[in-house]
């Protein structure tokens, strides 16, 4: 019997490690230091990774999105527990944390780069996106110009990017604050 608890004892961390469903999805929201902060907030999400998708450029960085042509935009990669938090629940997280009716960037970030794109990875995630789309339309009155695009590939973001609202408090919360963000979002969704 000792021998049994022995191996059990040594069995069941590694099942249960196992046991997790990990996934990922992929929201630009303007500043993706701001969308880092939002989701590493929820119960179930794992990890968040600042970085670069939609567009054509190879390993682009930083500056290349910014000030270039690449059509990329500040994306987040966000590792999930799909026991724990569901996709539906990220995507609710990520409205309330976007202006989905500029089509001109996001709060005081504007251009290209900085618009907001929900990627799909699969026909589910696609449908409850529209879905949802249809459903803001419908309870505003206004026309969505979030984007919705196939999710191809991501490029993590520099090392400085990572985790920027944890390691430059102080210079994030007076971004933060100078760009309006929180009021905006208070505007909009009532929160």
Known sequence: M??????????????????????KAYFAGGCFWCMEESFEKLEG????????SGG?????????????????FEVVEIIYNNNIISYNEL????WINVDPFDAFGQ?????YSYRSVAFY????????IEKSISEIENKFSKRVVTYVREFEIFYKAEDKHQDYYQEYLLNYLMYKKGCGREEVLKRIWKL
Do not use: M, W
């Open 56 to 72: 054509t450029t190879s390993n682009p960085t930083y500056k290349e999105v910014t000030f270039g042509d690449t059509g990329h």
């Open 121 to 128: 990875q699969n026909a589910y995630e696609k449908n409850h």
């Open 2 to 23: 000792k021998f049994v608890s022995i191996v059990l004892f040594l069995i069941l961390p590694i099942n249960c490690a196992f046991s997790e469903n990990l996934n």
């Open 107 to 111: 709060f005081c970030d504007k251009g």
């Open 91 to 94: 995507l609710k997280n990520f």
């Open 45 to 52: 999400v794992k990890e968040v990774i600042s970085g670069y």
